[in-house]
């Protein structure tokens, strides 16, 4: 027996003229599109009838082992009356049948990762009916082949190639080139033959009882929520704790019932540039999928105004009612049946990182919004894409562009050429930057297309799978670019005469189109007016600072320029690396005694000052907090013979000598080794060498009027006493050097420690009391609170996201509920130490908007991060002011 749902589950809503139960505030209830047609509905826009069965009876369905809860089609028939009573037509009906179109719907849009069926209610008798009452015998039987192809493919697992095999039988019988020449006795016939195919492959006959119709329709939309591609889709989006989908029931109304029908899709504002334009497509006589699905190229939807001037006019009053209304950009989906508008969805446009900021900007001059709104309506990941770099325009000059498509998301891809989302896949694990090139893409390909560099089409418009889905990413697509022909099989493309293989690269240009040969040049692009506007507003509700990391004057002065307001982390090991410091380094750690190994950190001494002088230079009086050496000492040795042999030749040495030290620095666990704070207790000559050269650089800058603000952080504390013991010893190294320089004014040179251990988070009372200021290390701190290794992670997380154990990557997006436990804590006690001790973040996640959020509640002083995420940071920093009350 299926489980009942509560009395109190109410489990349909309707919409119509009769009543409308739901509104659009209901998304989670009713999805997005439930919502939105209640809501368009009340406020009078022509939306043809229907009903959502909420997003409960989905999550009961599967409580309830995938059975639809008892009441439920009860429910529906009350609804299928009203409908009938309110548009005078009947289910199943011979003279004038009512016609449904079943549609999935979650509280976030997951642009057709879902299942949908058209036409629902045909049976041998309504299709009669239908021809009647529409006059129109061949649209009747279009219309119920249609259905038992979606209704076979859909609900009953039917392939679609099974009725394309028979369709194209048809078409050779009547000798007809496309579809639409088919003429009736053919589309008769063709109906016959798919129930036929219906039958031998799904064992039992297409079911003729309309309300059987919608039951097992409404079972495969709830199935189609736990699909495979729908449940990647969530994953690549993050989209986690929805109850599932909700299913739209709506009466249909029809675009190909001739000339004077059509379809089209289109967006309030421009949803690559954001220009206030209005922006879209439109197929004469074609159903709504067909624009979607890139089949057939549309027509821009000002063409409208030609075709019907009349509807058109009532599209753009409804575009301006629905902006003025949601007060957001709508991408709307429409219908003309015989002349007559009908509203299908409307729902928040997805735009580009670039529109995103240029709508919220023009819609605060047009008092649409306020700045605070403006701020907590760009999603701050996505300002990457101003960031990243496009096209040079040195590189465009010289490029040679093969054939143009439509700028269908902007950004600059390069790639090797890949046919299909596996391929896409497999190469880019295996490092290769690719482009994915197809005739059209489609939900299945969502991981390859995630994965690829750029996406390439070579049919399809501007609201194409491909165009929506890439630009809701920011990834580039050029879509629609009719000249090149595509031979998967052959992993190989022609464009006028030319053929390029899986082998070649070619550069796309998602802003203009441009399908070019080769690598194309590519740099930063110029930072637009707006784009200011909008970080001058983050400036204006931030509480928290931003900070960068960064280890090389270059990287400084950038992230100065994206408004970092010091450096949180700047990890000296890299400084090691370069040109011949290596050499010192190597000296320093073969050394065998401590005479030997001073006289080694001499050599690095003065090269280590003028890194440091370099980055106060840049940073010009902003704070610069420098971490001591961390990792372990065996990172900077080679481990294989040759590079051993060479290093020993080098160096004057013996190979053996070489090779002893590599064996002797080796550690079973290097992560939980001899690295951090523990490398200064066993060697504390480097932690000498490197306070001495801050504060030597301190010292220099000040002399130059320069003001250094250095700050020294000891790293992987895990108890007090490390610190008490490192920092006085820092702090002695300081006191000596400026006695040594004879420095006489005012340096003031912060100590404290990196909170990366659970250990030192436990017992931050009395690591405090140590410390002028704490910087969580979250990297560290997720590995050692999780026990997963950063750096092997990738072995089975693919596994746990699948298994829903994990709801992200812990490194990239903080465990709020465990590692942040030990952050919240950490700064509580670390702050019963020292009242005000400042308390930041440096860890990748300093760098996330969701973890962003949850630093501002647990009271951080600032965020550190690299410095293209500083901007993100900046606006991610305002946005949890601003919805934690500011
Ligand atoms: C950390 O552990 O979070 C950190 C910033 O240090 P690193 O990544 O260098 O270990
Ligand atoms: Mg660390």
């Given at each position: 027996?299926?489980?009942?749902?509560?009395?109190?589950?109410?489990?349909?809503?309707?919409?119509?003229?009769?009543?409308?139960?739901?509104?659009?505030?209901?998304?989670?209830?009713?999805?997005?599109?439930?919502?939105?047609?209640?809501?368009?509905?009340?406020?009078?826009?022509?939306?043809?009838?229907?009903?959502?069965?909420?997003?409960?009876?989905?999550?009961?369905?599967?409580?309830?082992?995938?059975?639809?809860?008892?009441?439920?089609?009860?429910?529906?028939?009350?609804?299928?009356?009203?409908?009938?009573?309110?548009?005078?037509?009947?289910?199943?009906?011979?003279?004038?049948?009512?016609?449904?179109?079943?549609?999935?719907?979650?509280?976030?849009?997951?642009?057709?990762?879902?299942?949908?069926?058209?036409?629902?209610?045909?049976?041998?008798?309504?299709?009669?009916?239908?021809?009647?009452?529409?006059?129109?015998?061949?649209?009747?039987?279009?219309?119920?082949?249609?259905?038992?192809?979606?209704?076979?493919?859909?609900?009953?697992?039917?392939?679609?190639?099974?009725?394309?095999?028979?369709?194209?039988?048809?078409?050779?019988?009547?000798?007809?080139?496309?579809?639409?020449?088919?003429?009736?006795?053919?589309?008769?016939?063709?109906?016959?033959?798919?129930?036929?195919?219906?039958?031998?492959?799904?064992?039992?006959?297409?079911?003729?009882?309309?309300?059987?119709?919608?039951?097992?329709?409404?079972?495969?939309?709830?199935?189609?929520?736990?699909?495979?591609?729908?449940?990647?889709?969530?994953?690549?989006?993050?989209?986690?704790?929805?109850?599932?989908?909700?299913?739209?029931?709506?009466?249909?109304?029809?675009?190909?019932?001739?000339?004077?029908?059509?379809?089209?899709?289109?967006?309030?504002?421009?949803?690559?540039?954001?220009?206030?334009?209005?922006?879209?497509?439109?197929?004469?006589?074609?159903?709504?999928?067909?624009?979607?699905?890139?089949?057939?190229?549309?027509?821009?939807?000002?063409?409208?105004?030609?075709?019907?001037?009349?509807?058109?006019?009532?599209?753009?009053?409804?575009?301006?009612?629905?902006?003025?209304?949601?007060?957001?950009?709508?991408?709307?989906?429409?219908?003309?049946?015989?002349?007559?508008?009908?509203?299908?969805?409307?729902?928040?446009?997805?735009?580009?990182?670039?529109?995103?900021?240029?709508?919220?900007?023009?819609?605060?001059?047009?008092?649409?919004?306020?700045?605070?709104?403006?701020?907590?309506?760009?999603?701050?990941?996505?300002?990457?894409?101003?960031?990243?770099?496009?096209?040079?325009?040195?590189?465009?000059?010289?490029?040679?562009?093969?054939?143009?498509?439509?700028?269908?998301?902007?950004?600059?891809?390069?790639?090797?050429?890949?046919?299909?989302?596996?391929?896409?896949?497999?190469?880019?694990?295996?490092?290769?930057?690719?482009?994915?090139?197809?005739?059209?893409?489609?939900?299945?390909?969502?991981?390859?297309?995630?994965?690829?560099?750029?996406?390439?089409?070579?049919?399809?418009?501007?609201?194409?799978?491909?165009?929506?889905?890439?630009?809701?990413?920011?990834?580039?697509?050029?879509?629609?670019?009719?000249?090149?022909?595509?031979?998967?099989?052959?992993?190989?493309?022609?464009?006028?005469?030319?053929?390029?293989?899986?082998?070649?690269?070619?550069?796309?240009?998602?802003?203009?189109?441009?399908?070019?040969?080769?690598?194309?040049?590519?740099?930063?692009?110029?930072?637009?007016?707006?784009?200011?506007?909008?970080?001058?507003?983050?400036?204006?509700?931030?509480?928290?600072?931003?900070?960068?990391?960064?280890?090389?004057?270059?990287?400084?002065?950038?992230?100065?320029?994206?408004?970092?307001?010091?450096?949180?982390?700047?990890?000296?090991?890299?400084?090691?690396?370069?040109?011949?410091?290596?050499?010192?380094?190597?000296?320093?750690i073969?050394?065998?005694?401590?005479?030997?190994?001073?006289?080694?950190?001499?050599?690095?001494?003065?090269?280590?000052?003028?890194?440091?002088?370099?980055?106060?230079?840049?940073?010009?009086?902003?704070?610069?907090?420098?971490?001591?050496?961390?990792?372990p000492l065996h990172e900077?040795l080679p481990h294989?013979?040759?590079?051993q042999?060479?290093?020993?030749?080098?160096?004057?040495?013996?190979?053996?000598?070489v090779k002893n030290r590599v064996a002797a620095l080796h550690e079973m666990n290097p992560?939980?080794g001899h690295r951090?704070?523990?490398?200064?207790?066993?060697?504390?000559?480097?932690?000498?060498?490197?306070?001495?050269?801050?504060?030597?650089?301190?010292?220099?800058?000040?002399?130059?009027?320069?003001?250094?603000?250095?700050?020294?952080?000891?790293?992987?504390?895990?108890?007090?006493?490390?610190?008490?013991?490192?920092?006085?010893?820092?702090?002695?190294?300081?006191?000596?050097?400026?006695?040594?320089?004879?420095?006489?004014?005012?340096?003031?040179?912060?100590?404290?420690?990196?909170?990366?251990?659970?250990?030192?988070?436990?017992?931050?009372?009395?690591?405090?009391?140590?410390?002028?200021?704490?910087?969580?290390?979250?990297?560290?701190?997720?590995?050692?609170?999780?026990?997963?290794?950063?750096?092997?992670?990738?072995?089975?997380?693919?596994?746990?996201?699948?298994?829903?154990?994990?709801?992200?990557?812990?490194?990239?997006?903080?465990?709020?509920?465990?590692?942040?436990?030990?952050?919240?804590?950490?700064?509580?006690?670390?702050?019963?130490?020292?009242?005000?001790?400042?308390?930041?973040?440096?860890?990748?996640?300093?760098?996330?908007?969701?973890?962003?959020?949850?630093?501002?509640?647990?009271?951080?002083?600032?965020?550190?991060?690299?410095?293209?995420?500083?901007?993100?940071?900046?606006?991610?920093?305002?946005?949890?002011?601003?919805?934690?009350?500011?």
């Amino acid at each position: 027996m299926a489980k009942k749902a509560s009395s109190s589950t109410k489990m349909t809503y309707y919409f119509g003229k009769t009543k409308t139960e739901g509104n659009g505030k209901k998304k989670e209830l009713l999805g997005g599109k439930g919502a939105n047609l209640a809501e368009m509905t009340s406020i009078g826009l022509p939306v043809p009838p229907g009903f959502t069965i909420t997003t409960e009876v989905c999550d009961l369905y599967y409580k309830n082992k995938k059975k639809l809860p008892a009441g439920l089609i009860e429910g529906v028939g009350k609804n299928i009356k009203l409908l009938e009573k309110e548009l005078g037509k009947k289910f199943g009906d011979t003279k004038a049948p009512l016609l449904l179109s079943v549609r999935s719907g979650a509280a976030v849009s997951m642009p057709g990762m879902m299942n949908t069926i058209l036409n629902l209610g045909l049976n041998d008798q309504a299709v009669v009916g239908l021809a009647n009452e529409t006059g129109n015998e061949r649209f009747a039987y279009d219309a119920y082949r249609r259905l038992i192809n979606m209704y076979g493919d859909v609900v009953c697992g039917v392939a679609h190639e099974l009725f394309e095999h028979a369709f194209d039988k048809i078409k050779k019988k009547y000798r007809a080139k496309e579809d639409n020449d088919v003429p009736t006795e053919g589309m008769v016939e063709l109906c016959e033959a798919y129930k036929r195919v219906f039958k031998r492959h799904y064992g039992k006959p297409f079911p003729q009882e309309p309300i059987k119709q919608l039951e097992l329709a409404i079972e495969a939309v709830f199935s189609s929520w736990m699909q495979n591609r729908a449940v990647k889709y969530r994953q690549v989006e993050n989209i986690v704790g929805l109850l599932g989908t909700a299913v739209n029931v709506q009466a249909m109304v029809f675009g190909n019932m001739g000339d004077d029908s059509g379809t089209g899709v289109a967006f309030t504002r421009d949803p690559s540039t954001g220009k206030n334009k209005f922006y879209g497509e439109f197929l004469i006589n074609a159903q709504g999928e067909d624009v979607v699905a890139g089949i057939r190229t549309p027509q821009p939807v000002e063409k409208m105004a030609k075709w019907n001037k009349k509807v058109y006019d009532q599209l753009l009053k409804i575009k301006d009612k629905l902006e003025k209304h949601y007060r957001d950009v709508q991408d709307i989906e429409f219908t003309i049946e015989k002349g007559k508008l009908f509203m299908l969805q409307t729902r928040s446009g997805k735009r580009t990182g670039a529109a995103a900021v240029k709508i919220a900007c023009d819609m605060v001059k047009e008092k649409l919004i306020t700045d605070k709104e403006a701020v907590l309506r760009i999603p701050a990941s996505d300002l990457t894409q101003l960031l990243l770099p496009s096209f040079s325009p040195a590189g465009k000059k010289s490029a040679k562009v093969l054939t143009r498509g439509l700028p269908a998301s902007p950004g600059a891809a390069f790639g090797k050429l890949a046919f299909t989302a596996a391929e896409v896949v497999e190469r880019t694990h295996a490092g290769e930057k690719v482009l994915l090139v197809r005739k059209e893409t489609n939900p299945e390909d969502i991981e390859g297309m995630h994965s690829a560099a750029g996406i390439l089409t070579s049919t399809g418009g501007m609201t194409s799978h491909a165009a929506v889905v890439a630009r809701g990413w920011g990834r580039c697509c050029v879509a629609g670019a009719g000249e090149i022909h595509i031979d998967a099989k052959g992993r190989k493309i022609k464009i006028g005469g030319k053929t390029f293989t899986h082998k070649d690269v070619l550069s796309i240009d998602g802003s203009t189109g441009e399908v070019m040969v080769g690598e194309v040049a590519t740099h930063i692009p110029k930072l637009s007016d707006d784009f200011s506007t909008v970080m001058s507003w983050t400036d204006k509700y931030g509480k928290m600072g931003v900070r960068t990391n960064a280890d090389t004057p270059e990287d400084a002065k950038r992230a100065r320029e994206f408004g970092a307001q010091g450096i949180g982390l700047c990890r000296t090991e890299h400084m090691f690396f370069e040109g011949d410091r290596i050499m010192a380094m190597r000296e320093m750690i073969l050394a065998e005694n401590k005479t030997d190994r001073k006289l080694a950190l001499k050599k690095l001494l003065p090269v280590q000052r003028k890194d440091f002088i370099g980055i106060f230079t840049a940073m010009k009086g902003l704070p610069v907090t420098i971490r001591l050496l961390d990792p372990p000492l065996h990172e900077f040795l080679p481990h294989d013979d040759k590079s051993q042999a060479e290093m020993a030749s080098r160096m004057g040495v013996k190979r053996a000598t070489v090779k002893n030290r590599v064996a002797a620095l080796h550690e079973m666990n290097p992560m939980l080794g001899h690295r951090g704070c523990r490398l200064a207790v066993t060697y504390p000559e480097i932690l000498d060498m490197q306070v001495q050269a801050i504060t030597e650089a301190a010292i220099t800058c000040k002399q130059k009027k320069i003001d250094a603000q250095a700050e020294i952080m000891i790293p992987l504390v895990g108890t007090a006493r490390e610190l008490e013991l490192l920092g006085n010893r820092v702090r002695e190294v300081i006191a000596r050097t400026k006695l040594d320089k004879k420095f006489k004014g005012k340096l003031e040179i912060l100590v404290g420690t990196m909170i990366e251990i659970p250990r030192a988070a436990l017992t931050a009372d009395q690591v405090g009391q140590h410390a002028d200021f704490f910087s969580f290390g979250t990297n560290d701190l997720t590995q050692m609170t999780f026990g997963y290794s950063r750096d092997d992670i990738n072995t089975f997380l693919p596994d746990y996201l699948n298994e829903e154990i994990l709801p992200r990557d812990p490194f990239e997006s903080l465990d709020t509920t465990g590692v942040g436990q030990l952050v919240t804590m950490g700064v509580e006690k670390g702050r019963l130490a020292k009242k005000d001790l400042k308390c930041g973040i440096c860890g990748e996640h300093g760098g996330d908007p969701d973890s962003i959020q949850f630093c501002h509640q647990a009271g951080l002083d600032y965020v550190s991060c690299s410095p293209y995420r500083v901007p993100i940071a900046r606006l991610a920093a305002a946005q949890a002011a601003l919805s934690n009350g500011a």
